[in-house]
């Protein structure tokens, strides 16, 4: 029943939350392999699309990796360097399971909503 009440937005709004821990996996794994805590961000979804099971776009993972970013500020932080250049940087010694529960966390709130 409540699929039935649910807006197109909102069904969206889970859709792309529902990606995010399986994203967060990634990202993490990609950063401890490049040994780095700071990639650019047109790397970072280069390599994302390249590894992920569904195809997105750049400016859809690039959505993707803001909203996590939005989600978990302590973990994930975009920023730009001094040509302008947009990075994203991660604490590589967080604990994945803390992450992904976070964004579990996240995604029921929005489902329970």
Known sequence: MILMT???EKDK????????PELA???LYMF?????????????????E???????T????????ELLAKELPDWLVLHKNSEKI?????????????ITSKLEA?????YDS
């Open 6 to 8: 649910r807006t197109v």
């Open 13 to 20: 709004e889970l859709q792309i939350y529902s990606r995010l």
């Open 25 to 27: 996996r990634l990202l």
């Open 32 to 48: 401890v392999s490049e040994k780095k805590s700071s990639l650019p961000l047109s790397h970072v979804t280069e390599k994302l």
């Open 50 to 56: 390249n590894c992920y099971r569904i195809t997105l």
């Open 58 to 65: 750049e400016s859809e993972m690039k959505d993707h990796i």
């Open 86 to 98: 947009p990075f994203v940087k991660i604490d590589r010694r967080a604990d994945l399971s803390v």
């Open 106 to 110: 996240s995604i029921k709130a929005k």
